[in-house]
């Protein structure tokens, strides 16, 4: 698969590959992806990750969608040449780490009646974000309370979408605002001209 942007299609064995589950037999993962079938092969040496919290492989369901990264590209020879791994090309790869990927919203929130959420996504959309005593907070990877949350913060809610525009959100993190719109310069003024001189009479 060619890579993508913003966790767009991306091969499975680089980073941004991910899919959906649609079978788990022994330790292999099927994946339905972007270009076709994947094959994940797992070992007890593979990361798995939901939430920004550890899980074991049993939690994986079909159905999720995962993002998955292959063994490290490059890794020093006892030569100390580099080795190169190549890209899976059959359509089969090890795990080295494998994260769940829930459903995102991302905006600005405009208001927070009672953890009820209105954002304003990127596109301008509205979005609703429900959050309950259970949701986590977070600032960056420190986990903080729902009072950093208010009208203007931009966060990145993680859940169960409950439809188009809804979410019920497990994870809420705040992030930095993007920076405003350049704004053109304002256009000098004309010069002035100087003012003409008169010779005394």
């Known amino acids: 698969m060619g890579a993508g942007p913003m966790g767009g299609p991306g091969p499975l064995g ?3 590959g991910r899919g959906t589950i649609t079978a788990i037999s022994g330790s292999t993962l099927t994946l339905r992806t972007f270009n076709g ?15 920004m919290a550890s899980i074991t ?29 190549p890209a899976p090309t059959s359509g089969t790869v090890d795990a080295s780490r494998i994260t ?9 929130v405009t208001t927070d009646r009672g953890g009820l959420l209105t954002l304003v996504g990127r596109d301008g959309q509205l979005l609703t974000v429900d959050t309950t ?3 986590a907070y ?15 913060t931009v966060v990145v809610a993680e859940g169960t979408r409950t439809g188009v525009t809804s ?4 994870v809420v993190s ?13 256009p000098h003024d004309p010069p002035v001209p100087p003012a003409s001189s008169k010779s005394a009479s």
């Open 14 to 16: 680089g980073p941004g």
């Open 37 to 51: 079938t994947e094959t994940v092969d797992t070992s007890s040496s593979t990361i798995y990750t939901k939430e």
């Open 57 to 85: 492989f049993a939690d994986l369901q079909v159905g999720d969608v995962v993002a998955v990264a292959g063994p490290p590209p490059v890794s020093p020879s006892s030569s100390g040449s580099a080795k190169v791994t």
């Open 100 to 108: 769940v990927v829930e459903p995102t919203f991302v905006g600005r």
């Open 133 to 135: 005593g259970s949701t």
């Open 138 to 152: 977070y600032r960056g990877r420190q986990k903080v309370t729902s009072s950093v949350v208010s009208d203007g």
């Open 167 to 170: 979410l019920d959100a497990v």
């Open 174 to 186: 705040v992030v930095p605002a993007p920076p405003a719109p350049g704004r053109a310069p304002a």
